[in-house]
């Protein structure tokens, strides 16, 4: 009788979870907006970011450990913020559509003849002598963010758009080296009912790139607005539907520019990293139509084949796949650290990455409610 109660009671605290992406759906608009700039380092967007999501924390009556919800640190960042000029033999092209200028790069302001060294990179020459600058052409613009300077400037030329070869190029921008950006995780939690100093832990990074001059700046939908999204609908339920352990949801910032955030918090718990029962971080949680890929699966397999059995149970995805250790996102340094953790990303659907067109109104959200169940169920059984 007990078993079927709690069956009972489990399916209807599960069923309550909203049915429809309204919430998600406005999460990512405001992360994703001309105001937040790419929630990187121009006009400090990602610490307006961390502003907004701690309104949201407050609001859903999630716990703090301490006054606040920030954690905060710091570290080194270059940053485009003026004008931004790039004419290639006399057309003027558009920033993140038609190029790219390395995140590393120092201020130039100069034209410069061009001298083709292979199908796909050109060296830079000011009339006199070569000079410390390369063209790239790419097939894919895809950005990043830099924390040194490079005395080479690279500029990436989207390879389609330049069908013949080229012969000049004049380049305007400024850069500005910020030595000790000041910077902020989020940590906040519901209380256990039964184990409160026992967390399950859930974290997503909300930095992404910013912005590269006054015109372009990346949105970050599914990179990871989308998995922030997903933390806010957890602790939202949790809030409701308190677990026998603590919840803890730590959002990360830094990720983009190496896992900084993360690692600041691992080697800076808030918490005993030794009180984390079992830790799920998520990106780019947006798509799902070929499923989802769990790193650190093949290290943790019992924890694996319990979440595969959930899904092999109620076909909440298409797949789900495994991979071994990577230190391709947050979690790398609490698995360095001895706790048991997942990455979990969704496959498939929009090829958007690191780019202008990482849009909200694209991203579709495909198995969105089905893996925050399967997340769920997956907590139950932990």
């Known amino acids: 009788m007990k078993n ?31 105001e937040l700039l790419g929630r990187g380092y121009v006009n400090d967007g990602v610490n307006k970011a961390a502003a907004y999501i701690s309104k949201e924390l407050k609001t859903i009556g999630l716990a703090k450990f301490g006054k606040s919800y920030s954690q905060s640190y710091s570290f080194p960042v270059n940053t485009f913020s003026g004008s931004m000029s790039v004419v290639v033999d006399g057309k003027t092209l558009t920033a993140g559509k038609h190029y790219l200028i390395d995140p590393a790069a120092k201020t130039v302001k100069a034209g410069f003849q061009l001298f083709k060294k292979d199908s796909v990179t050109y060296l830079a020459n000011d009339g006199r002598r070569p000079a410390p600058l390369k063209v790239k052409l790419k097939k894919k613009l895809t950005y990043t963010v830099a924390t040194e300077l490079s005395d080479t400037t690279i500029v990436e030329l989207l390879k389609d758009s330049f069908p013949n070869e080229l012969k000049t190029i004049d380049v305007i921008f400024e850069n500005k080296f910020v030595s000790n950006f000041k910077c902020q995780n989020l940590v906040s939690y519901v209380k256990g009912t039964q184990q409160p100093d026992s967390f399950i832990v859930f974290t997503a990074h909300y930095d992404h790139l910013g912005a590269m001059g006054k015109d372009a700046y990346f949105p970050g939908a599914n990179d990871n607005a989308s998995g922030v999204s997903v933390l806010l609908n957890l602790a939202k339920y949790y809030k409701k539907n308190p677990s026998k352990y603590s919840i803890a949801f730590i959002f990360f910032s830094g990720e983009e520019a190496g896992l900084l955030g993360s690692r600041y918090y691992s080697e800076n718990p808030i918490f005993l990293l030794s009180k984390i029962k079992f830790l799920t971080n998520l990106d780019l949680l947006g798509t799902g139509d070929d499923g989802i890929m769990v790193v650190n699966a093949t290290v943790f397999k019992e924890q694996f084949e319990k979440l595969k059995g959930i899904n092999d149970s109620k076909n909440y995805v298409k797949q789900i796949k495994q991979r071994g250790k990577a230190a391709n996102s947050d979690h790398y340094w609490f698995t360095q650290k001895g706790v048991p953790s997942f990455f979990i990303y969704t496959m498939g659907g929009i090829q958007a990455y690191h780019d202008i067109y990482d849009i909200e109104k694209t991203l579709p959200l495909t198995k969105y409610l089905e893996v925050c169940k399967l997340l769920i169920e997956f907590n139950a059984k932990l």
């Open 4 to 34: 079927i109660t709690f069956i009972v009671v489990f399916f209807s605290l599960l069923n309550s979870y909203s049915q429809d992406t309204t919430y998600a759906r406005q999460v990512i608009k405001k992360l994703c907006s001309k």
